[in-house]
């Protein structure tokens, strides 16, 4: 594959600046099958859901769809019936533009909460993006969906299934608001992999549990927060069998790990990737619980901005947890170097040392509980005065 082939067989793509944007870059997006995808799809756990989420839940119980249509500049969140309204109406202008049941169209949005989608515009641009449909457009689609983002997320993978080869291409957006349980983002992702419906659901559950769910830049979870995974089943593969599924459930994983440590690379404002590693827990759940503590604390997040060996604050982070924990038996590290051991200061040089491998821009902390035998990993970034100047202004 050459660096510039970002394609799947029988998908194609277009993007639009349809005026939704305070900028005026491309805000709309549309993937399309030329034939009936196999679809999945994983959805924000807020009780808050936009209008193209609750729609595009109805759409994708049927398990088949043909094209995506994304807009960034606009939530349509918190827009009561008018807003279900406009997301039916996206999907009815695309039907039949395409020629396809508007139930075979997912919708997705991002942007500004609670204001209601300029309709003329979203309409005058459909025309176009159909007319632009084209394999090379990929890379403009996931320029489409960008708000916050600072570069364009892809990932592709390639693979067999039996002698079949095939792909996995994956675009996703996302910087602020960035939480496990899905964050504020949105990724989709397209194979031309044969596969049962049943099969991909399954695939797309457990990748996304160890990728989309694993990261966290602020803490905050979304309105609007999406995954559409289609295949449409175009590299002639049989029926996977249980070792071919295994090489597409890995694959799918890998892509949406890339994705994943993208969007925390890309947090707003951020300057550090941080690999937070949870060792010898009591339970998953309090691996869990410690992880995530530890990766959203502010006073550590700053820490990591200041490039400070701060255990003092990892550890504080940990006890106000809730997890079954004993402070005498806690150690920690900043990549390999241990700057704390039973619960104590190792010394001064150890954090010395520590606080230099913190001015890389990623490093690991790793900390071992020593009273049971699960471990959980999440992504992170480090807390900067960019990322409130951001958010301050974002609408503004």
Not at 77 to 100: F, K, Q
Not at 134 to 157: Q, R
Not at 282 to 287: G, R, V
Request: aromatic content about 6%; proline content about 2%.
């Amino acid at each position: 594959m050459g660096k510039k082939d970002i394609s799947v067989k029988g998908f194609k793509a277009s993007s639009i600046a349809a005026g939704l944007k305070k900028n005026k870059s491309y805000d709309m997006a549309l993937i399309y099958s030329e034939r009936e995808a196999v679809a999945a799809g994983v959805f924000t756990t807020n009780k808050v859901k936009a209008a193209p989420v609750l729609l595009s839940m109805e759409h994708i119980l049927k398990g088949r769809a043909r094209a995506i249509i994304a807009n960034a500049g606009n939530a349509n969140a918190c827009t009561g019936s008018e807003g279900i309204r406009n997301a039916e109406l996206t999907a009815e202008l695309v039907a039949g533009e395409l020629g396809i049941k508007k139930e075979e169209v997912l919708v997705a949005s991002t942007g500004v909460i609670g204001a209601q989608m300029d309709m003329v515009k979203v309409a005058g641009a459909i025309p176009g993006l159909v007319g632009g449909l084209s394999e090379g457009n990929i890379p403009l689609a996931a320029e489409a969906i960008m708000t916050t983002d600072s570069f364009p997320k892809i990932s592709i993978f390639e693979g067999k299934a039996g002698n079949h080869p095939y792909r996995i291409l994956g675009i996703a957006k996302g910087a602020g608001m960035i939480m496990p349980d899905m964050a504020t983002m949105l990724s989709f992702i397209i194979t031309d992999i044969n596969i049962e419906r049943e099969e991909l659901k399954k695939a797309i559950s457990s990748s996304v549990a160890k990728t989309f769910n694993r990261i966290t830049v602020d803490g905050d979870t979304s309105t609007n927060d999406t995954v559409f995974v289609l295949a449409n089943g175009a590299a002639g593969n049989d029926k996977l069998n249980a070792y071919d599924y295994e090489g597409f459930r890995d694959g799918l994983k890998d892509v949406m790990n890339d994705l994943a440590v993208m969007i925390v690379k890309d947090g707003e404002g951020a300057s550090k990737l941080v690999h937070i590693n949870i060792e010898g827990a009591a339970s998953e759940k309090d691996a869990m619980a410690a992880a995530r503590n530890i990766a959203n604390s502010f006073l550590v997040k700053t820490a990591f901005y200041g490039q400070d060996a701060n255990w003092g604050r990892i550890m504080a982070a940990l006890g106000r947890s809730g997890i079954a924990m004993e402070e005498k038996y806690v150690s920690i590290w900043i990549d390999d170097i241990r700057i704390v051991d039973s619960g104590m200061a190792v010394g001064a040089e150890q954090e010395k040392a520590a606080a230099e491998r913190m001015k890389n821009s990623s490093f690991s902390v790793k900390i071992k509980l020593n009273i049971g035998d699960y471990q959980y990993k999440i992504v992170t970034c480090d807390l900067t005065h960019e990322y409130i100047s951001i958010n301050a202004n974002y609408r503004t």
